[in-house]
């Protein structure tokens, strides 16, 4: 397999684009070798640009949940353009996007529309502020909620790969009203209510998936958001990543408990820059023009973008493939379990629906502590080995996989072919 056309394209990017990126995750800093600069994708696969083609575990971090280029997105998407891109006025179909959004999450009365998942949660943290009266906000370290300054501190996957304990040039007022906790530890979380009585919110990844995958263990989201509203504040549910992807829906829904505020992306545009925050009516009258808190975006609920998004969850419900996500999901992880155990290699999988990913570590993960037990040495070698056996992962140990509805039985074929090259690799190491 080659890659020269990638090379040739990663010295051309980095003169005028920093490190060749438009997002840090994407510069293989922690697997080594150049980024793969990629061509097109249809379906289930991607292809590079020297033609290299991959099974696509990365889908965009989430996005193309029924692969790509679905032929009814495309369809409502072409459709969309001839109407024109951006009118700076309401347009019927944001309506239309509201009404599935709230229809899908319990309690969510009314919804606001913004660009990303990043907007999307430094709004929802501005309107727990708003409602609530209070300054400060719970993070849990490991979580990620995008790259606003207050939560750029302990905050997971692409940070930890590049061994930044928070970001340079965040103003340490930015971060003063910011605590952090631990995910699973409820002590943790309590100590600060103790010592507070200005806390806002807490906000969290109901399913952690930027320290790898990690799932909350026992009542620990049931307790937590009890804990959070006896004290006067409200739960922030992060589900930027896991919104619409183990359920039509959130993954609040499944884990039986509904957060106050819910945020949104990813797969909410199907691939088109959307992200969304929704609550209630009570908290959301907050927001301007109904009350004071400011926020606003010129291309905020943007037509082709809409189309995406309701294309692609129109589609998604009708697919219903949560259930063939929750097979395929357990056969990967068997795959590479089984091959964990004939190699001889340390390996935990943690897996929520058809989010999952390898741990190199004997350790059970169920924190970001535990998460970074894990050998990334190892993980690279296993990434690169993956690539070389046509399987795109995210290129990074603390990255989730995601499984797309396109996948078919000989995909996974070419995963376990692919699997089985990579774990005695790292045997060998
Ligand atoms: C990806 C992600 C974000 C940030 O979304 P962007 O669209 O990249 O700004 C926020 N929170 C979580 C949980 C995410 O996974």
Redesign the pocket.
Known sequence: MKFSTSEKLYQKGLKHLVGAVNSPVRAFSSVGGNPLFIKKAKGSKIVDVDGNEYVDLVVS?GPMILGHRHKAVEKAARKALKNGYSFGASTEAEIELAKIVCDAFPEMDKVRFVN???EA?LSGIRLARAYTGKDKIIKFSGC???HQDALLVAAGSGLATLSLPGSKGVPEGAVKNTLIAEYNNLESVKKHFENDDNIAGVII?PIG??MGVVIPQNDFLKDLKELVNKNGAVLIA?E??TGFRSTFGGAQEKLGVIADITCL??VIGGGFPV?AYGARNEIMENVAPLGGMYQAGTLSGNPIAMAGGISTLTELKRQNPYEKFDKIGAALEAILLNAAKKYSVDLVVNRFGSMMNPFFTKSKVTNFKEAQTSDTQKFAVFFWEMIKNGVFLPPSQFEAWFLNSAISNKDIKIIANATDKAMLAVSKM
Do not use: L
Request: no cysteine; proline share 0%; hydrophobic share 20%.
């Open positions: 971090y990303s998942g990043t949660v990620y909620h995008g990844e998936g930027n992060d930027v990543m992306g990813k992200g």
